[in-house]
């Protein structure tokens, strides 16, 4: 069975930084291209980050330069640095593994909140 969990979300003033993990199981994580995504209240879920097996990583406009995901395979485990952050970045953080003819596996979130 495929999981995913997220942590290290929190409250941050503006400005600040926060790392994000999101560790996978049940799955053979090395093929999987990992995603985060985030929903802020009252929005749509959106794309931030992907980084594909080969380590090719993208990023939404908003994010480059502040944002930068990684992962360590032998972990098991994807991670979101976040540097810089804003109060617009307040949101729930979400993982998401995708592959092709594959479903998608989403974890539960985890809350980011930048306010002084």
């Known amino acids: 069975q495929v999981q995913l969990v997220e942590s290290g979300g929190g409250l941050v003033q503006p400005g600040g930084s926060l790392r994000l993990s999101c560790v996978a199981s049940g799955m053979f994580f090395m093929s999987w291209t990992m995603h985060w995504y985030h929903q802020a209240p009252g929005k749509q879920r959106e794309?931030?980050?992907?980084?594909?097996?080969?380590?090719?990583?993208r990023y939404t406009d908003s994010v480059k330069g502040r944002f930068t995901i990684s992962r360590d395979n032998a972990k098991n485990t994807v991670y979101l640095q976040m540097n810089s952050l804003k109060p617009e970045d307040t949101a729930v953080y979400y993982c998401?593994?995708?592959?092709?003819?594959?479903?998608?596996?989403w974890g539960k979130g985890t809350l980011v909140t930048v306010s002084s």
């Open positions: 998401k593994a995708s592959r092709v003819r594959d479903i998608d596996y």
């Open positions: 794309l931030v980050a992907t980084i594909t097996s080969d380590g090719t990583t």
